[in-house]
């Protein structure tokens, strides 16, 4: 292979890692790698630091893999030229793991296939896909999840024998869900090595349920899914408005409670507010316990910090860890993300972790989160919070105009700032068709032009959507 084909390929696999990752990401870990040679079915990538390295290896290595094989081929081995004295330009190379090695990815080889239970016997054939860098050992309690982490370490203990079944873990984004509920699963592995655990994401139960759907395996999906003695689903509200798929799961949580397994379960809201959810699902999310995970505190952050700090071998200024903790507030995500980058820079520009340098990333990475955008049950939120209208007013059948304008109005809102369909945004709304969602937009733009009181109203609800989504 020609040097110049060689390159033209390492660009078509960033092309295709910079599709899966964030820019930022991207920039800090790939942009910086240099395609070396391949020789032999071994490629060697020039990387400027241990620590790129070290990362690439702990955090991308199945998407390196996956890549290498769809552009290089199987069998592609990958080794390191690591950049280890800038000023006489020297450089060392190492190894990458052997799982480094390009195979055709599990997704591809398989299919988005629905688990039959015939592939997985017996209980040490079943992968749990579970994460084991998430464990309790490096979650660190403090006053916001202390309720969910001592639950969750009882359902460890005595799975489906105490009363928290399904345990229902809600909480926003980057707080800690899906390390915790990743612990219970460890931990429940390492004490009953007899038990089947799964963890699996609603998007992937859903995926899965499809494809069961299209191959006409349904009753070996269902009949998988009822073999799992501990199931773990993270991200339940996606499960809002997909009907068949609430129904299947409420066949499968019916018979898993019924027969003694355990359920544990995360959202990013609590069942109250499961717009889209029928009510038969959010009757037994309730049968159990319902725990909340707040966003850390200043000294939960700072502990945070610090944690991450020690194991990963880093030494950072006592005045860096308390300068992000006071700013960086919004989740435990944001918190080590921030400790990556930092690093990241100051291996790749060989600079101190300052002040300055802090105070650089953390600007970089508020920008980054400024332009989250609106989902329709913010703004549903908002609207009746305006209104002083409880949200579950606007799911009954009643005529009442305050009502009715309030639904008028979240919806017009609604297809006004997201992408959503007039289908999804009625199901989100009052459980309404398009058409309702259609007549209410039009509703709403005939009596802001001709009523200055009215479009006051939605001006000031707009303006408070923008406040919430700069937060």
Known sequence: MTVQNH????????????????????????????????????LTLGVPSHFVCEYLEEHYLDLLRSTLYRVYGEGTQLVYKILVDKTNNQTVEQEASNRSTAVQPREIRKGNTAPNILQAPAVQDLDPRLIPNYNFENFIEGISNKLSRTAGEAVAQNPAKTSFNPLFIYGPSGVGKTHLINAIGTRIKELYTDKRVLYVSAHLFQVQYTDSVRNNTVNDFINFYQSIDVLIIDDIQEFATLTKTQNTFFHIFNHLHQTGKQLILTSDRPPVMLQGMEERLLTRFKWGLIAEMEKPNVELRKQILWSKVYR?????????????????????????????????????????????????????????VENKPLSVEDILDKVCDHYQIDISAVFTKTRKREIVQVRQIAMYLAKKHTEASSAKIGQLIGKRDHATVLHACKMVEGQLQVDKGFRNQVEEIEVALHKRNKK
Not at 31 to 40: A, L, R, T
Not at 322 to 344: P, T, W
Request: charged share 30%.
């Open 312 to 368: 990963d071998g880093l030494k950072f200024p006592e005045k860096v860890i308390d300068y992000i903790a006071e700013n960086v507030h919004e989740s435990v995500r944001d918190l080590e993300g921030i400790i990556i980058s930092l690093m990241a820079h100051s291996t790749i520009y060989n600079r101190e972790v300052d002040i300055d340098l802090a105070e650089r990333v953390i600007k970089k990475a508020v920008r980054m």
């Open 7 to 42: 390159v033209v390929l390492w660009e078509r696999c960033l092309k295709i890692i910079g599709d899966n990752l964030s820019e930022s990401s991207f920039n800090t870990f790939f942009k910086s790698i240099i395609p070396v040679e391949y020789n032999g079915k071994t």
